[in-house]
C-alpha cells in the first residue's frame, strides 16, 4: 500500500472520529434505519427534499457502529447534498468503495454500504415503493 492508501485510511478515521452531519434533521422528508448484523452497525438517515422532492438539500445520520459504516455515512451526508433522489438510487457499490478510497474486504462491504442502502431504501418508502415498517439489513 503507497502513500495514497495512507492519505485514505487517515481520511476515513477522520471522519470516523469527526463525523459529519451527524445528528437528526428537525421535520425530515424521511427518515429511515437499518443495520448490519454480522458488525452490530446501526444507522439511522434522516433526509430532507427540495420543494418538488427531486433534490436532496439535506441529509444527517445518527447510529452507531464499526469505523467502516460511520466514516462511509458521514462521506456520504457529504456527498448526497445537492443530489437527486435519482442520483440516490443509482448509486452502487463501487461508488461507495470509491468514495472511500481503499481496498474494502468481502466482510466489511456490508459495513461500507449501510448508509447507501439506508438512504436509497428510506427514499422508496418516501415514493410508497417499500413498506414503511420494512427495516434494511445488509446483505451484499
Known sequence: MGLGSDMY??????????????????????????ENPSCGDTIQIDVKLDDAEEEIEAMRFTGDGCAISMASASMLSERLHGMTVDELDA???DDITEML????????????????????????????????????????
Open 91 to 93: 448509486l452502487d457499490t
Open 9 to 34: 485510511r487517515q481520511q476515513i478515521l477522520d471522519h470516523y472520529k469527526n463525523p459529519r452531519n451527524y445528528g437528526e434533521l428537525e421535520d425530515p422528508d424521511f427518515t429511515h434505519v437499518g
Open 101 to 140: 478510497g481503499v481496498d474494502i474486504s468481502p466482510m466489511r462491504v456490508k459495513c461500507a454500504v449501510l448508509g447507501r442502502q439506508v438512504a436509497q431504501d428510506g427514499s422508496k418508502i418516501h415514493r410508497g415503493e417499500l413498506d414503511p415498517d420494512d427495516r434494511t439489513v445488509t446483505e451484499e
